[in-house]
């Protein structure tokens, strides 16, 4: 979550389509901010990786296999545990 105390202001510049479409289905600014920091994470696991890769050499074929499988299994767990809505009414 974002302190409202350290925000710092930027300018960028997008295309007017692109921007057309967030508001059309989010807050801008909440939209920005949610990307940046998926976008961030990203970066942070590929640093992540990369570091592990360069002291123990690329991962394996079955290492990945497995990495995948673990992924997959939490995101079902996780859609799982959200609320369905009850169709019946």
């Known amino acids: 979550m974002t302190d409202d105390r350290n925000i710092v202001t930027k300018t960028i510049r997008l295309p ?3 921007v057309h479409e967030i508001e059309e ?5 909440r939209f920005l901010v949610d ?3 998926h976008a961030l ?3 942070k696991t590929r640093e992540i990786i990369e570091a592990h890769q360069a002291e123990h050499g690329i991962f394996t074929p079955e290492q990945i ?3 995948r499988r673990a992924w997959h299994s939490r995101a079902l ?3 799982d545990q959200r609320e369905t809505p009850d169709l019946e009414d």
């Not at 289905?25 to 600014?29: A, E, I, L």
């Open 77 to 79: 767990d996780a859609l």
């Open 16 to 18: 007017a389509r692109l």
């Open 41 to 43: 994470a990203l970066v």
């Open 25 to 29: 289905r989010s807050d801008f600014n």
């Open 65 to 67: 296999a497995h990495a």
């Open 35 to 37: 990307a940046a920091e």
